[in-house]
């Protein structure tokens, strides 16, 4: 169990098929923004599907977080939490074994982030590194809205309002797993009992697919993503317009595989590793092209996305469904969540009433 905030150095990677991961709580979430895509899979969502069968696994739909940087244009939020949950259960995640939830439904959430944002100064809000790089990318300008700022004492509410041991997200997330250690660490130092739970990250293999131009992350506002529905003509479009070795002219001559988007998605996405070895050995040495690596993972990528976009199809078809999906969860975690408040509340001794 991690109670020192080096853990989070140590983060666990988890190895498809590797040793199992049983018997713990584990949260993740996602803010409902847009759809979920090729990066989210490989980086999450494969590895939630897995740990749905031995362990205890709750997933939040974060519409209000997906508001901190769109309170004027909220719809955009609003628009894609059935997206979110019809993209979860395409995948795989089965509402039978995984609690599927909605932020905005579980008012102990909203009243968690105010008793903890008592105990964060906006100093320590400002050092978050990954909300700093957010509020360059996005010109805020002085005009930060409160909630991005605080963002982190949310997630802080989410992760242990559940009491999460493990929380899967990529590399970019650690900086929210550490504040929350903090406040858990303050909380329970309050309480004189250890009343929270300290969570440790799950990284992926593969925490971050960079985008087929190569140039940054695969992100929705970038436009450059492969969601989970991707026509196979789009997904082929995308591919050919992959970034490779740009020294690599003829197909006779030696390739240069790192860097090379192809080679880093085969490695994400081929179920064959040993074949992909071969191709890379094949393309180092010359003679094999471009052309050719790019239609082996257009069709490997096609013979992935297939089955997901039908699924899909037919979800998004059938709202009421997602809805009560939707519902379930979040009466459950409710119930859950009203414990770990009645909790916080009293270590504050505001429970006379
Ligand atoms: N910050 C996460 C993201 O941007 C979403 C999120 C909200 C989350 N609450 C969470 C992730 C709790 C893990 C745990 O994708």
Redesign the pocket.
Known sequence: MPNTPNDLATATTATSGSKAITEQKI?????ATGQLHLGHYIGSLKQRVELQHNNQQTI?V?DM?GLTDNGNNPSKVADNILNVVADYLAVGIDPAKTTICL?SGIPALAELTMYYSNLVSIARLERNPTVKSEIQGKNFGRSIPAGFLS?PI??AA??TAFQ?QL????D??LP?LEQTNEIVRKINSLANSQILRECQPLLSNISRLPSPDGKSKMSKSLGNVITLDASDKAISQAVKAMYTDPNHLTIDQPGQVEGNVVFTYLDAFHPDAEYVAQLKEHYQRGGLGDGKTKQILTDCLQTLIAPIRARRQALIADKGYLIEVLKKGTEQAREESQQTLDKVKTAFGLNLI
């Open positions: 949260l993740t979430g996602d803010r939040l974060a977080q932020q963002y949310s997630q989410d992760i999460a929380v899967p997200v990529g970019d997330q929210m």
